[in-house]
């Protein structure tokens, strides 16, 4: 997932809306750090408005009400992770779990001291987006390949806190400092790789692990050294496997979720030519051979796609070739066998 210029001024318009409704919580905790207990009431509240004005505190108050900054900012970023991969991230994701533990805790809790009479399995803390960006948010750093795990918003600072499960390893970034990461990104050619990993809104019941790229890279090199074959990789395995092969050529890639419903297995994104998107529908078939109707029922089931790719980790029937090359399939349908595939899987190594 690339960041794109409309997404980043649409950002910046966010921030400064953001930080115009939120200068008064800004003061406030700017004075409470500086207060530490050593200063007077008086003393405090002169140390508050030395940052803003009673109007503008004022004002800031009467425009947001009761609101939690922080749910706010993390609404937003829940929405759109992909921003923070200019500051030196390959790889993110958000893993739910954490976040719905703590929700059934807290109702579990509720119910305990017999604050709420009945259990609704379906409740959240309000504002759930926001513990899933804090406790779930997983950023892998290009440089250092650390994982960082949650995040917090120091609104004194107005800055990020990024926090790893390493001793010491920890990461701040303003605010302001995304923005700016993010048009330098959009103008130079030091753009870091990117891999968003698949199904990133859905639970860690139906998505892979934050391990996957990791896990398809070795399966890519026991393929490549001649340990391991197409046929020794179970179905999920040979969908991711060909969703990093088009990765590294240049595309943008997302998993479906498994629901054997027939549909599209990957969604890729890239330009043929210059300036020019397409959008790239691809079904994996992991059996022996794949027939002539297997690709008709694929070039039907993604009519709305302009191209589709067919990958299988066997061969393809002489039906299937002369489907191709009929002149309404000729450049719409792509197809990649298992000797194709150990083809891309060489050049990727």
Known sequence: M??????VDAFE????????????????HL????????????????????????EQFRHGLERSGHIDPSAIFFKYLYSNPHLLIPLGFDEIRIERAQAEQLASAFNKGMKKHGWISEVDASFRLPNHESFEVMLGLHCRQLSSGIWYQGVALDLAENSLQFRSTLQGASLKVSLREIVACCRTALQGDSYPSVLLLPNLWH???????????????????????????????????????????????????????????????????????????????VEVKHRPVV?????????????????????????FTAGVVKEKKRPDNFLRLHLRDGLALQSWINDYV
């Open 203 to 281: 639970s860690p019941s139906t998505t892979p692990s934050i391990q996957i790229a990791d896990a398809t890279r070795d399966i890519v090199m026991a393929l490549s050294q001649g340990y391991k074959t197409l046929q020794d990789l179970t179905w999920r395995q040979l969908e991711e496997l060909v969703a990093e092969l088009l990765r590294s050529r240049g595309l943008e890639v997302k998993l479906t979720p498994p629901s054997g419903d027939g549909g599209r297995d990957i969604i890729a994104r890239g330009e043929l030519i210059p300036g020019e998107t397409v959008l790239l529908a």
């Open 31 to 54: 004075g409470i750090r500086k207060n530490s207990g050593q200063l007077s009431a008086n003393e405090f509240v002169a140390s508050v408005f030395s940052n803003i004005s009673p």
């Open 2 to 7: 690339i960041v794109q210029p409309d997404e």
């Open 13 to 28: 318009a966010f921030l400064d809306d953001y930080e115009d409704k939120t200068a008064w919580v800004r003061a406030l």
């Open 291 to 315: 027939g002539v109707s297997d690709v008709r029922s694929a070039l039907y089931a993604n009519q709305n796609f302009p191209m589709l790719l067919v990958a299988t980790s066997g061969k």
